[in-house]
């Protein structure tokens, strides 16, 4: 079994799955929240990950016990093995309204289309165990069109999805800051649209009680002091269009 335990205590957990894909493939993480004697499946990955995090995740609870799996966005390296997780759960697919119809592109069987909830734009709570109220939020553009993030109250994690997101770092949980950061600019300032919307995004989440900030590639932000300076980081980061001059606009 490969999954890190990130929150514990006696009626709620978070585990992190972060050694599942292929070598050849973008390295992701899948995460498992249990409340109680319901669980929530985010981003469940491609097609390579899916017959392992389920022999891992069976390991913790019963996948019939799994009453929600979260896609944040369309990208393949979260949704591709949704068909798969719809024919072994009872759960329900939660993900933004824009990316219904492109679901059935991955594969996803017309039978199975009415367990999967559009989310509008705003956002929505869903319960967990009964008493565990979790809030996916708006992260639009942030990079997909149609993006969400999940905040678990009782862990105080933030599942934040690409943002945060980091590569080729050989580290679990970020340590240092500064040194991080290497990690993921690059990423950052190509695939997130707008400081725009980074502003927005920053001053919606300073709302919350945030302890860890989960992204889904790379290293974890575990700790106040490392959730704040990543969010100052990215309220002030230019990227995607603000970056964008005429010399990228040249015919080739």
């Known amino acids: 079994m490969t999954g890190?335990?990130?929150?514990?205590?006696?009626?709620?957990?978070?585990?992190l799955f972060e050694e599942l894909t292929?070598?050849?493939?973008?390295?992701?993480?899948?995460y498992l929240i249990i409340h109680k004697d319901e669980a929530m499946l985010l981003d469940p990955g491609g097609h390579k990950v899916q017959s392992k995090l389920f022999a891992d995740v069976s390991v913790l609870i019963s996948p019939k016990q799994i009453k929600y799996i979260f896609l944040s966005h369309q990208d393949p390296d979260i949704v591709a093995s949704i068909n798969y997780w719809l024919m072994v759960t009872e759960a329900e697919a939660i993900i933004s309204k824009l990316w219904m119809r492109f679901l059935p592109h991955f594969g996803l069987d017309s039978k199975?289309?009415?367990?999967?909830?559009?989310?509008?734009?705003?956002g929505t709570r869903i319960t967990l165990g009964g008493d565990c109220e979790l809030i996916v939020l708006p992260a639009h553009f942030l990079h997909s069109p149609g993006n969400f993030q999940v905040y678990d109250p009782v862990a105080k994690i933030l599942f934040s999805g690409d943002l945060g997101a980091s590569l080729g770092q050989d580290y679990f949980f970020v340590e240092d800051f500064e040194s991080h950061i290497q990690y993921m600019e690059g990423f950052h300032r190509r695939y997130m649209a707008s400081g725009k919307v980074l502003k927005l995004w920053a001053k919606m989440v300073r709302r919350l009680d945030i302890d860890t900030i989960a992204p889904q590639h790379g290293a974890v932000f575990k700790g106040k002091d490392l959730v704040?300076?990543?969010?100052?980081?990215?309220?002030d980061l230019e990227c995607g269009v603000d970056i964008m001059e005429e010399e990228n606009y040249t015919l080739p």
């Open 4 to 15: 890190k335990i990130i929150f514990d205590s006696p009626d709620h957990k978070v585990f």
């Open 22 to 30: 292929p070598a050849s493939a973008v390295q992701a993480n899948q």
């Open 112 to 122: 199975l289309e009415g367990r999967v909830r559009p989310v509008d734009d705003r």
């Open 228 to 235: 704040e300076k990543l969010i100052s980081w990215l309220e």
